[in-house]
């Protein structure tokens, strides 16, 4: 991809732009579209059924991403109102209804800082971040999918569906957030998920195995609802605190900085999110929950207390504690 910033470089980027895909694909072709600059990735979930229903299952912001691949969603998004949710339904089903599609898709869009809306792609499957929608409605995909495959049609019109709660989704990949996002290979030493009403975990590992280089480093996927957009994140960290793996690096520091981060908590945030205030340093040194971290304090200073009086020295450990907590 090229972007053209001003008309005197349209046509040298072009020739690079072809080039580039001849040399990759064999195929110089080559389409242009709009630019924008500060995008968020916002998708629907639609359904079909083999007599022609189609209805939406109400949107996913995806815009939190590294190497344009998705990292944290959620639904519903902060930033869509009640107008432009149903505008941007109403052509993803438009989308699907234009192709005779039926059973589950995903059309997905750019919103540029005026809220206007793009066409992106349509992805013709099941996503990955597809059990946000699934907190959201109540609904199962899978099971409805196999019913839309016997040929039933859809149990409900687009009126019966409605928002219940907050659901984020954070992907917790074998990787080294502060080594560029780079794959972490090795040996899943301790692996326990986080439990409770509301926390839902979707993996493939279990203790003591391997994760290899060979496939995509997704370890599992965590899935946290609740009332409130501010009561699920709040729930996503606790979550993240009580998810022990050691044996390699993961994503989980990272996502704990996002969910902490006051740009994605006000909801102002792009898919540049990375790019504008992810810094390796933030994760250094923050491997444990602060109820870790207290703990452990405690207990050295109890311990230090039988020996001699250490005021200032505990004064001087907590100020140094605030100072590098994420």
Not at 34 to 45: A, L
Not at 111 to 133: A, C, G, I, S, W
């Amino acid at each position: 991809m090229r972007v053209v910033e001003s008309e005197s470089d349209f046509e040298n980027q072009m020739e690079r732009a072809i080039s580039e895909a001849t040399s990759a694909f064999g195929d110089g072709s080559v389409f242009i579209e709009k630019y924008v600059t500060q995008p968020r990735h916002i998708e629907f979930q639609i359904f079909g059924d083999q007599h022609g229903n189609v209805v939406h299952w109400f949107e996913r912001e995806c815009s939190i991403q590294r190497r344009h691949q998705k990292v944290i969603e959620e639904a519903p998004s902060s930033v869509l109102t009640p107008e432009l949710r149903n505008k941007m339904g109403e052509a993803a089903v438009n989308v699907a209804k234009a192709a005779n599609y039926y059973n589950a898709g995903t059309v997905e869009f750019i919103l540029d800082e005026n809220k206007n809306f793009y066409f992106l792609e349509m992805n013709t499957r099941l996503q990955v971040e597809h059990p946000v929608t699934e907190m959201i409605t109540g609904l199962d995909l899978v099971k409805l999918q196999i019913k839309v495959a016997e040929g039933e049609k859809l149990p409900f019109a687009q009126n019966d569906l409605t928002i219940h709660g907050h659901a984020v989704e954070v992907r917790v990949y074998a990787e080294d957030p502060t080594n560029n996002f780079l794959p972490d290979i090795g040996t899943l030493k301790t692996y326990k998920r986080p439990q409770g009403h509301g926390v839902r975990v979707d993996d493939g590992f279990e203790q003591g195995m391997a994760i290899p280089f060979y496939y995509d480093p997704m370890i599992a996927k965590m899935i946290c609802h609740d009332e409130t957009r501010e009561r699920a994140i709040e729930k996503t960290i606790r979550a993240i605190d009580e998810y022990e793996i050691t044996g390699l690096e993961t994503t989980l520091g990272f996502c704990r900085m996002v969910m902490k981060h006051e740009a994605f908590r006000s909801g102002d945030f792009d898919t540049k999110f990375v790019e504008k205030y992810f810094k390796p340093e933030l994760l250094k040194g923050n491997d444990q929950p602060e109820e870790a971290l207290l703990a452990a304090m405690l207990s050295a200073l109890t311990q230090e207390s039988k020996k001699s009086t250490i005021l200032p020295a505990a004064t001087t450990g907590s100020s140094q504690w605030k100072k590098n907590r994420v």
